[in-house]
Nanobody, 124 residues
Framework: QMQLVESGGGLVQAGGSLRLSCAAS????????MGWFRRVPGKEREFVAA????????DYADSVKGRFTISRDNAKNTGFLQMNSLKPEDTAVYYC?????????????????WGQGTQVTVSS
């Protein structure tokens, strides 16, 4: 079992930055791919970014590429999402997730463990 707790969300002006954290409990955190997803009201949860267990491989949605950076510190069982140049359309609830499975890491069904989400609001 693994529990995930996000933090770092909040209100920021367009062009600003936020850093989200995802604290994981449980063993062998480094064996899990970690992903970030986001959801706006009325829409499905969408892929934002993913990082391999070792941290050596990353993937981003086109909408955030070049602005967001995903990383992890396996020694501290924590993952991060650095969000720069934020836009109003980045407003959403952000979720971190962990997966032991194989695949692209872009799909909800690949992830067995989810955090409760943290709200990010970007004002124009």
């Amino acid at each position: 079992q693994m529990q995930l707790v996000e933090s770092g969300g909040g209100l920021v002006q367009a062009g600003g930055s936020l850093r989200l954290s995802c604290a994981a409990s449980g063993r062998n955190f480094g064996n899990y791919r970690m992903g970030w997803f986001r959801r706006v009201p009325g829409k499905e949860r969408e892929f934002v970014a993913a990082v391999s267990g070792s941290g050596g491989s990353t993937d981003y949605a086109d909408s955030v590429k070049g602005r967001f950076t995903i990383s992890r510190d396996n020694a501290k069982n924590t993952g991060f999402l650095q969000m720069n140049s934020l836009k109003p359309e980045d407003t959403a609830v952000y979720y971190c997730a962990a997966s032991r499975g194989y695949g692209s890491g872009r799909y909800l069904y690949e992830y067995a463990y989810w955090g409760q989400g943290t709200q990010v609001t970007v004002s124009s």
